[in-house]
């Protein structure tokens, strides 16, 4: 039996001409297959797919041209049914992605109430220095400032400098932990 052309398949195909839906399946299944297994990697989904190519082929056939190429048409909607498979592959990953992000334990929260909480005692104990040391520790911690810049702004030595910073810093910490054991 000499084989018929595409064009004349699809034309009969237009029709609703199974046979001919079938002439097209035989000659174009093992192509789109491999062409699928070379993208998906899987059997099971490439097999799939060219089901979903000719079932979609069935249920356009009355949109078919027939002077228009079927192979191109079929790999077409082939890569694109490729495009959704990775498109749904990677929602599926993010979704069990999330899922363990959801079963391990969210410590944000937490860490926020802890950081606000030290902070406030932090800024309590850092209020009662007095006055020209915490104008030293705030200028060194929290703006940033080296011990030279802090000697030239306040005009002092870069040696009161270190003295005032490491005299806050000894307050603030025997005063925290005053604070946390009254916590505690």
């Given at each position: 039996?000499?084989?018929?052309?595409?064009?004349?398949?699809?034309?009969?195909?237009?029709?609703?001409?199974?046979?001919?839906?079938?002439?097209?399946?035989?000659?174009?299944?093992?192509?789109?297959?491999?062409?699928?297994?070379?993208?998906?990697?899987?059997?099971?989904?490439?097999?799939?797919?060219?089901?979903?190519?000719?079932?979609?082929?069935?249920?356009?056939?009355?949109?078919?041209?027939?002077?228009?190429?079927?192979?191109?048409?079929?790999?077409?909607?082939?890569?694109?049914?490729i495009k959704k498979t990775?498109?749904?592959?990677?929602?599926?990953?993010?979704?069990?992605?999330?899922?363990?992000?959801?079963?391990?334990?969210?410590?944000?929260?937490?860490?926020?109430?802890?950081?606000?909480?030290?902070?406030?005692?932090?800024?309590?104990?850092?209020?009662?220095?007095?006055?020209?040391?915490?104008?030293?520790?705030?200028?060194?911690?929290?703006?940033?400032?080296?011990?030279?810049?802090?000697?030239?702004?306040?005009?002092?030595?870069?040696?009161?400098?270190?003295?005032?910073?490491?005299?806050?810093?000894k307050f603030i910490k025997?005063?925290?932990?005053?604070?946390?054991?009254?916590?505690?």
């Amino acid at each position: 039996m000499m084989e018929e052309k595409d064009e004349v398949l699809v034309g009969n195909l237009k029709t609703g001409d199974i046979k001919a839906y079938e002439a097209l399946y035989v000659k174009y299944r093992s192509r789109l297959y491999h062409f699928a297994f070379g993208y998906l990697k899987s059997h099971v989904e490439a097999e799939g797919l060219v089901q979903d190519v000719f079932i979609k082929i069935w249920k356009k056939k009355a949109d078919l041209k027939p002077e228009c190429s079927f192979k191109s048409y079929i790999f077409t909607i082939g890569f694109n049914l490729i495009k959704k498979t990775f498109i749904k592959r990677t929602a599926r990953k993010n979704y069990i992605d999330s899922e363990i992000d959801r079963e391990t334990v969210d410590y944000s929260t937490l860490d926020s109430v802890d950081y606000t909480f030290l902070m406030d005692n932090l800024m309590g104990v850092v209020a009662q220095i007095p006055e020209r040391r915490r104008e030293t520790f705030t200028k060194s911690r929290f703006d940033g400032l080296s011990v030279k810049e802090i000697a030239q702004e306040m005009e002092v030595s870069p040696k009161t400098v270190e003295n005032q910073i490491t005299l806050a810093l000894k307050f603030i910490k025997s005063n925290l932990a005053v604070e946390n054991n009254q916590v505690n």
